[in-house]
Each structure stands twice: as structure tokens, then as C-alpha cells.
């Protein structure tokens, strides 16, 4: 490993940690959580190889806290410490928390570092040989076969297929675009207004690239101020600025191999400009207070919902830094510019909303349906999800009706008759057409259950398919059935 393993060390106590610290520092980078929570969002964002946790923990015990790190990350190596005398009580939990090692208080500092080397080389040949997980029997199954199925999984869940939209749509060619140039490793700038779905493509392009198996990081650069931005980006060292308590790796190395995505990147200010151009130019990072960098090998994704080039033009964004980031430009339409798209998302967004809310709402009524497709969604698809949420929350019973969206949305008679175009029976198709497809995507394109809802047969359904122009949509998204 030409790295340093990382190693999570959980205990309540400061002086136990910095202890720990003193004793591990030399050979692993060692994280510091004084709880639970604590531990729970470094190993959401950390690499991390090995956990050791004090058992005796805030409103717990460590070897409860390790099963469930078990079933969230299964690929850590897991050690308990304690100083209790009825040791027996926790050696009875560690098979079912999948614990390496119990080490006892007050411990040898060499018999630790023995320890903790094991737990790391164990690490990486569960990671050689795919044992990622008592509960996975990944040994059995050829290297391969796992990489393209973890494949296959991560693209059906955050690839292009996850962006919902109607062959018709503007977002289509954004796709098709998209597509194109996921492959090949260049930097892109996605422009677009806010709710459009910029961190949903920036997913896919990552997903669809051959850096699919690395880590994906996000970084909201409008949110910081540019020290604890330089600090969350490129790390920093202890005692770089006030409230720096311990080493940290930045996001650009944990995503080394990976890509990172910098929303907003149109609010930085141009001293941090100067900093990521650095790394765009040159492939490297220096975390704050250190005076060494560091090399990474990262793609960059962009994203704004400013026009930058005004931005360079007002002398508010270095010319050099947009080029750079706009290899590949990517615009994403706003939900005004594709009414087709409505029926389909909110249908998606109803049935993800009556699950979270444990509300079993089917459906909207034509009068709904029709309202929401006439809004023009200012807030995009947030907005959106915004005023189905609210729906769901106030509604009764199985279809959700226009008298439950705000007077904003609510359908005004004489504003309907001036904008329907062709006859009734052409309005009615197209009614028709809008809750099939919402059908359709609230229930993941699976042709019994739509057909059931809407009380069709699968071959009259199919019928109704063929004759709107959804079965290539059908095809399209036949991943996600």
C-alpha cells in the first residue's frame, strides 16, 4: 500500500484518543470520533481500513455500535477495546458484530500496533479477493462478475437511466450529449437554474466512466467560506487555523481515481480560483499548513446556475478557470421548457413520497394532473416535489385532487378553455396519454401492476403504449423494471 491505511478511532475520552494517536500516528492516519454520530459521518465520506472503538460508549456500547457498522460498511476491519472485567458479555457479541480483534485495558502499545497492522493487512486481502462482508460470499463468485454487477447496480440507480424524462423531451438531447462524452476524461461544466438535476447528471457521467469504481464526491462551493472550502477540498494539517484540531484529507485526495463535483462553483472568489486552477493545471493539492503537495488524479465537475461567461466578462471569474472547467459544456433545460416531462416525475416523486410518508395515495385525478403539467415550476423539480409532498401530506384518500395544491396552482376555469388546443377528443388523448405516462413511472414501467392500476389489460395497455409513442420510452427504461 504506498499510502497510509486509514484507522477510525471511536472513544468519549480526549486523552484515550490523543493516546491512541501518539501510539498509531507514525504508521496509519488516524480519525477521531467521540461518538457514534460522530463515527458514522466519517464513514460516510472516509476510506476508512480498519474501526477501533471503546466499548464503553454515550448511550451505548461499542460492540452494538460495530453490528451496525457491519450492516451499513461491511468492509472495514472491526476491533473492540475495554477495560470492563466481565470481558465475557462482550466476547458473546463479537461474532455477531464481525469483530477482528478484543484488545483489553490497559494495553501494550506494541501488542496495539501488532494488532491494528493485522486488522489493516486483513483489510487488503479481504479487499483482494472481494470478501468485502460476512454476509456477501463474494469468494464464490468470479472478480469479474462482481465488478460488472456492483456496475450494473450503480448505473441502474444513479446512471442516465435514473434521469427521468419523455423521449420528446429538450432533456433527451442533454443525455444524448451527456452519453457522448462520458468516457473520456475531460473536464464538464453543467449550466442550468437551480431543481434542474445538475448533481443527478453529474452522477451519471461519473457512473458511466471508467472511474465508475472510485468514490464520487460533492462539494457545495457556495456554502463555505474559502478557508473551510480550501480545508474540505484539499485537506489541512493540525493547527492551520483556528478549529483545526487534527490532520484532515480532503475531499480532492479521498476521491483520488474518482471524480469530484463542485456545485455553485460560480460563487467561489477569485483567490480560491487561483488555488483550483493550480490543481486543474498542474494535478496536485496542498491541504492548509502543509508544505509539501500532493499529487491527485481526479476528474472535475462543474456546476452553476450563473452565466459564467458574464461572470468573465465582469472580471468576477478568471477566464482561465472557466476554460479550463468548460472543456465540455452541458446545459440542462428548466421544467418550463419540457411540460412532457411533468407526468412523468411527478408520478416518480408520488409514489417515492406516499412510501417515505406511509400514505397509500395511487394516483392523481385528471384535474391534478392536468394542473401540475400547466404550471410553469419556477423551483424546477424541487418546486415540484415541494407542492407533491404537501399534496400527499393533506390528502385523504387514494387520488390526489387540484383542490389540494395551493390558489397558485389550482386550475382556473376560463385560463384552461383558452389554452386547451384541438377538440375534446384530442384533449382527452392527451389527458389520457399524461396519466399513463405517470402510471408508468410511479410503478417502474412494470407493465401488470400499471395495467391493474388503471383497471387495462396488459394487451390493451400496450395498445395505449403504441399508440402514444411510450413503448420506446418502455424500452428505455426496461432497466428499472
Known amino acids: 500500500m504506498t499510502e497510509r491505511p486509514i484507522l477510525l478511532v471511536i472513544d468519549d475520552e480526549p486523552r484515550s484518543q490523543e493516546a491512541l494517536r501518539r501510539v498509531l500516528d507514525d ?72 469483530i477482528y480483534q478484543y484488545i483489553t485495558k490497559p494495553w501494550d502499545p506494541d501488542h496495539l500496533q501488532a494488532v491494528v497492522k493485522g486488522a489493516v493487512q486483513l483489510f487488503q486481502l479481504q479487499r483482494d479477493h472481494q470478501s468485502v462482508s460476512l454476509e456477501i460470499r463474494a469468494a464464490a463468485a468470479p472478480l469479474e462478475q462482481l465488478v460488472a454487477g456492483k456496475r450494473r447496480l450503480l448505473q441502474s440507480r444513479y446512471g442516465f437511466e435514473a434521469i427521468i424524462h419523455d423521449p420528446s423531451s429538450p432533456m433527451a438531447e442533454a443525455i444524448h450529449q451527456a452519453r457522448r462524452i462520458a468516457g473520456y476524461d475531460i ?32 462539494e457545495n462551493c457556495g456554502a463555505l467560506p474559502d478557508q473551510l472550502l480550501e480545508s474540505e477540498l484539499f485537506g489541512c494539517k493540525k493547527g492551520a487555523f483556528t478549529g483545526a484540531y487534527e490532520d484532515r484529507i480532503g475531499l480532492f485526495e479521498q476521491a483520488n481515481g474518482g471524480t469530484v463535483f463542485l456545485d455553485e462553483i460560480g460563487e467561489t472568489s477569485p483567490a480560491f480560483q487561483v ?20 499529487k491527485v488524479d481526479v476528474r472535475i465537475i462543474a456546476a452553476t446556475n450563473r452565466t459564467l461567461e458574464e461572470e468573465v466578462a465582469a472580471k ?19 421544467l ?15 409514489g417515492e413520497t406516499s412510501k417515505a410518508f406511509a400514505k397509500p395515495v395511487r394516483g392523481f385525478t385528471p384535474a391534478a394532473l392536468a394542473a401540475l403539467a400547466a404550471h410553469d415550476w419556477p423551483g424546477n423539480v424541487r418546486e415540484l416535489q415541494n407542492e407533491i409532498q404537501r399534496m400527499v401530506a393533506l390528502g385523504d384518500g387514494p387520488l390526489l385532487d387540484a383542490d389540494l395544491l395551493p390558489d397558485g396552482l389550482k386550475p382556473r376555469p376560463a385560463a384552461v378553455s383558452s389554452r386547451a388546443e384541438g377538440g375534446l377528443k384530442e384533449q382527452v388523448e392527451r389527458l389520457e396519454e399524461a396519466i399513463i405516462a405517470a402510471a408508468l413511472a410511479r410503478h417502474g414501467w412494470n407493465i401488470s401492476r400499471v395495467a391493474d392500476e388503471l383497471g387495462l389489460s396488459r394487451v390493451g395497455l400496450r395498445a395505449k403504449l403504441q399508440r402514444y409513442g411510450l413503448e420506446r420510452a418502455e424500452a428505455n427504461a426496461a432497466p428499472l423494471a
Open 275 to 294: 488555488k483550483l486552477l493550480r490543481v486543474l493545471q498542474e494535478g496536485e493539492i496542498r491541504p492548509l499548513g502543509a508544505r509539501l503537495t500532493r
Open 187 to 218: 473536464s464538464v461544466l453543467i449550466t442550468g437554474e437551480s431543481g434542474t438535476g445538475k448533481e443527478l447528471m453529474a452522477r451519471a457521467l461519473h457512473y458511466n466512466s471508467h472511474r465508475a469504481g472510485k468514490p464520487f464526491v460533492v
Open 27 to 98: 504508521e496509519f492516519e488516524v480519525l477521531a470520533a467521540s461518538s457514534a454520530a460522530e463515527a458514522e459521518l466519517l464513514l460516510e465520506s472516509e476510506m476508512v481500513h480498519a474501526i477501533l472503538c471503546d466499548q464503553r460508549m454515550p448511550g451505548g456500547n461499542g460492540v452494538d455500535f460495530l453490528k451496525t457498522v457491519r450492516d451499513r460498511w461491511p468492509d472495514p476491519v472491526r476491533m473492540i477495546i475495554s477495560g470492563f472485567t466481565d470481558s465475557e458479555d462482550i466476547i458473546a457479541g463479537v461474532n455477531e458484530a464481525g
Open 336 to 350: 418550463r421548457d419540457r411540460p412532457m416531462d411533468v407526468p412523468l416525475l411527478a408520478g416518480l416523486l408520488l
Open 316 to 334: 468576477r471569474f478568471r477566464r482561465d478557470l472557466y476554460y479550463r472547467l468548460a472543456a465540455f459544456r452541458l446545459h440542462l433545460p428548466p
